[in-house]
Antibody, heavy 121, light 108 residues
Framework: QVQLVESGGGVVQPGGSLRLSCAAS????????MLWVRQAPGKGLEWVAV????????YYPDSVKGRFTISRDNSRNTLFLEMNSLRVEDTAIYYC??????????????WGQGTLVTVSS | EIVLTQSPGTLSLSPGERVTLSCRAS???????LAWYQQKPGQAPRLLIY???SRATGIPDRFTGSGSGTDFTLTISRLEPEDFAVYYC?????????FGQGTKLEMK
C-alpha cells in the first residue's frame, strides 16, 4: 500500500529556511518521479518541484526557482524539499506527490496529507 | 509556458444533473499530458483522469474525460452528492506540471 507522510512544516520568518521531508512506503522513490505541490489557504494547487525517476532531471516554476531544491535519499526512501529565502507568499500546505509514469499513469497518482508551512514575522 | 484556464469558476447544480467542466490551454499539447483531479474540503487531491481520457483506479464510469490540442473537458454524467468538490486540470509531464485555477461544484 502506497503511503506518503510529510513532516518538517512549521512557522518561519521571512528570509528563513525550512526543510520538508516525505517518508514513502509501499514503493521505491528511486523508481518514480516525485513532486511537491502546494496550496495556499483558500487557493488552488501550485506545483513547486519535480524530480524525474532518473534523479537527474529536476524542474521548478519561476516562483521558486533558485530558492527551492528537491532531492531524495533512496536508502531512506525519502523525498525532501529544501526551501530558502522564504516569503510570506510561500505560506501553504505542501503535499508530497508520486508521479505515476512508472506505473503507466501520466499523472500524480498518490498524495500525502500535507504539511503546513507558515511564513510570518 | 502553458497556462490552463478552467471554466466556469463555480457551478451550482443538483444531484442527478449532468455537468461538463472546461480546461483550455494557452498552447496546444499532447492529450497524454492532461490530467484531472478532485479535491474535497480538508483532503488532498485525488487523481480522476490521466492522459485526457483514462480513468484512474477506482474512479466510477460517470466521470469521462475528453479533448485534444487546447480544449479538454471533464464530464460527470449524473452528479452524486459526493461529487460536489473542486476540480483541477493539470499539464503533467516534461518540465511543466501546471494546474488550472479550479472549478468548484456546489450543491444547489
Amino acid at each position: 500500500q502506497v503511503q506518503l507522510v510529510e513532516s518538517g512544516g512549521g512557522v518561519v520568518q521571512p528570509g528563513g529556511s525550512l526543510r520538508l521531508s516525505c517518508a514513502a512506503s509501499g514503493f521505491a522513490v528511486s523508481s518514480y518521479g516525485m513532486l511537491w505541490v502546494r496550496q495556499a489557504p483558500g487557493k488552488g494547487l501550485e506545483w513547486v518541484a519535480v524530480t524525474w525517476s532518473d534523479g537527474i532531471n529536476k524542474y521548478y516554476p519561476d516562483s521558486v526557482k533558485g530558492r527551492f531544491t528537491i532531492s531524495r535519499d533512496n536508502s531512506r526512501n525519502t523525498l525532501f524539499l529544501e526551501m530558502n529565502s522564504l516569503r510570506v507568499e510561500d505560506t501553504a500546505i505542501y503535499y508530497c506527490v508520486r508521479g505515476g509514469v512508472a506505473a503507466g499513469i501520466q499523472g500524480a497518482d498518490h498524495w500525502g496529507q500535507g504539511t503546513l508551512v507558515t511564513v510570518s514575522s | 509556458e502553458i497556462v490552463l484556464t478552467q471554466s466556469p469558476g463555480t457551478l451550482s447544480l443538483s444531484p442527478g444533473e449532468r455537468v461538463t467542466l472546461s480546461c483550455r490551454a494557452s498552447q496546444s499539447f499532447s492529450s497524454r499530458n492532461l490530467a484531472w483531479y478532485q479535491q474535497k474540503p480538508g483532503q488532498a487531491p485525488r487523481l480522476l483522469i490521466y492522459s485526457a481520457s483514462s480513468r484512474a483506479t477506482g474512479i466510477p464510469d460517470r466521470f469521462t474525460g475528453s479533448g485534444s490540442g487546447t480544449d479538454f473537458t471533464l464530464t460527470i454524467s449524473r452528479l452524486e452528492p459526493e461529487d460536489f468538490a473542486v476540480y483541477y486540470c493539470q499539464h503533467y509531464g516534461g518540465s511543466l506540471y501546471t494546474f488550472g485555477q479550479g472549478t468548484k461544484l456546489e450543491m444547489k
